[in-house]
């Protein structure tokens, strides 16, 4: 949910403009038609509509947002929701399947212990940067990349670089990137790793019309993997905003995971089911790359979880359901937006009222305004209900961390918002290794020192008529943000 802001600048008009336009031509068509069949046209765009927002049961506020739109504006919300709207794609999920079953049909099934992870947490991102910059350079087989953002600024100018100097060297080398989240910058940007025999890929494509599935599902998944024995996942795009060499008080805080060993190759094939879905390649093409399996190096276990349209359920959701409801001491959620649905906010309320710890850092004011306002119904009912919630205050927290008892944590790009939980593409891995669970704490408990706490005054002035209305609007809008 980074946002690009020449991009939307680009599009809060264009779509205004185009909007419009399609306005007045539904308009000036419905004028053309017999009233009879006009109603059954109208009649057949609201049930449609209905229908896939049942479908979706992304949440009551979800019907609330696309009834009224569809009764009074049929033609128009039924196209919009035909671009825009749910959330499932069964042959994306068919093809996923397909790459799931050539990726492991020599064993029962994906290895996920054995592995050694690092936190790549440093203030400013240089760790993760330095990461890049050695995993890069050492590769010498294939590299997959994918990112939601590649920005055109000096830390994507030097990963292109890095990249087309291992590509002109023999490495294989994928760039995946999100069409609206890298919008314009890989056109410009990748040139020079094209021409070196590097290739690059843009994700589901708006203008023009040639992704697959709704425009409105995006890959916000970080992944980096490296000659299928070394990966990096976590939250920080490649750009200034998200690490760098230098220090910059506009640098988001964050942090990313160095991971080695068996669940590099869990995270290559998920990568390679995007690279599929993005350039059409049969799965079949990678078979002898998705067979491959690096050797134990430590003792963490460490389990993928994809979770998108291209999945048949909710994985990512469905292991907080399960981590959630298992809690028997505290539950400690860091995130930049907080916007679960009802499942998980009852969870969490529940586990506070129970007794247990919960505990929620979100950043003072993050880089989404209107998603700051809809966060505020949620974390007032957890506060009543005894939570404890953090507000972060040097700088916008872009971090997602969840630790469970001390025993489960879980990494990787989704916030605890409806949208990474049941519209985009994310990766995200449970982590059960008490050395890097404490160093989590360690690196939360240091952000805490440099958090407030949900004050009585504080809640006092989210209370305002203004406040409350813009609460409203905001919480109803929540499931698009």
Same mark, same amino acid.
């Given at each position: 949910?980074e946002?690009?802001?020449g991009y ?13 336009t399609l306005g007045?031509?539904?308009a ?10 006009m109603?059954?046209?109208n009649?057949?765009?609201r049930?449609y509509?209905?229908?896939r927002?049942?479908?979706?049961g992304?949440s ?9 739109l569809?009764w009074?504006f049929?033609l128009a919300?039924?196209l919009?929701?035909?671009l825009?709207?749910g959330?499932?794609?069964?042959d994306?999920?068919?093809a996923k399947r397909?790459?799931?079953r ?6 029962d ?8 992870c690092g ?5 400013h ?9 050695a ?13 939601y953002?590649?920005?055109?600024d000096a ?5 292109v ?13 994928r ?5 609206i ?6 056109l410009? =940007?990748c040139?020079?790793l094209r ?8 994700f ?11 425009a409105?599902?995006?890959n916000h998944r ?5 000659d299928?024995?070394a990966?990096i ?8 905003r ?13 942090c ?10 869990? =995270?290559?094939?998920?990568?390679i089911?995007?690279?599929c879905?993005a350039t059409d ?10 067979r491959?399996?690096?050797p134990?190096?430590?003792d ?8 998108g349209p291209?999945?048949e ?7 907080y ?8 001491q505290?539950i400690?959620?860091?995130?930049p937006?907080f ?5 998980l906010?009852t ?17 003072r004011?993050?880089?989404h305004r =209107?998603?700051?306002f809809a966060?505020?119904?949620y974390?007032?009912?957890?506060r ?6 953090l ?5 916008v927290?872009?971090a ?10 879980v ?5 605890l ?12 891995a449970v982590?059960r290794d008490p050395?890097?669970?404490a ?10 020192e440099?958090s407030?706490r949900?004050t009585?005054?504080l809640?006092?002035?989210?209370r ?14 929540a499931p698009?943000?």
């Open positions: 949910m946002p690009f802001r939307r600048r680009l599009t809060r008009s264009t779509s205004l403009a185009l909007l419009t007045i031509l539904l000036e068509w419905a004028d053309l038609l017999p009233y009879d069949l109603l059954a046209v009649t057949g765009c049930v509509v209905l229908l927002v049942m479908r979706a992304v009551p506020a979800y019907l609330l947002l696309w009834g009224p569809a009074f049929p919300t039924a919009l929701f035909f825009f709207g959330r499932k794609h069964g994306l999920a068919a397909e790459v799931s050539v990726a492991w049909r020599l064993s099934g994906p290895d996920f212990g054995g592995n050694r936190l790549l947490g440093d203030r991102g240089r760790d993760t940067l330095e990461a890049l910059r995993q890069i350079r050492g590769a010498r087989r294939r590299i997959s990349i994918a990112t953002i590649l920005s055109d830390v994507g100018r030097e990963i670089r890095l990249l087309t100097e291992r590509a002109k060297a023999g490495v294989e080398v760039l995946l990137v999100d069409a989240g890298s919008f314009g910058a890989p410009r =940007l040139r020079p021409r070196a025999g590097g290739q690059v890929a843009r589901n494509p708006v203008l023009p019309t040639a992704g697959k599935g709704s409105n599902w995006r970080k992944i980096a993997v490296f299928g024995r990966a996942i976590g939250g920080q795009n490649l750009g200034l998200y690490m760098g060499a230098q220090p910059s008080n506009r640098r988001f805080r964050d990313s995971w160095l991971l080695e060993g068996p669940t590099a190759a869990a =995270l290559e094939c998920v990568f089911a995007d690279w879905q390649e049969p799965p079949t093409k990678f078979a002898a790359l998705l491959e399996r690096s134990a190096v430590g963490a276990r460490v389990e993928v979880v994809a979770s291209d999945c359920q909710d994985p990512l959701w469905e292991a359901v399960r981590l959630f409801s298992e809690c028997r505290s400690t959620v860091v995130t937006y916007i679960p649905d009802q499942t906010f969870l969490l309320a529940t586990a506070a009222r129970a007794g247990r710890h919960v505990r929620i850092m979100v950043p004011r993050s880089d =209107l998603l700051d966060r505020r119904w974390l007032r009912n957890l009543e209900a005894g939570a404890e919630i507000f972060f205050k040097p700088d927290l872009h997602k961390l969840v630790v469970v008892d001390d025993e489960h944590l990494i990787g790009s989704a916030n918002d409806m949208r990474s939980l049941f519209l985009n593409y994310e990766i995200g982590v050395a890097a669970i160093e989590v704490n360690a690196l939360i408990g240091g952000w805490a440099e407030t949900y009585e005054d809640y006092r002035r989210t305002t008529w203004l406040g409350r209305t813009v609460e409203a609007v905001s919480h109803v809008l698009l943000l």
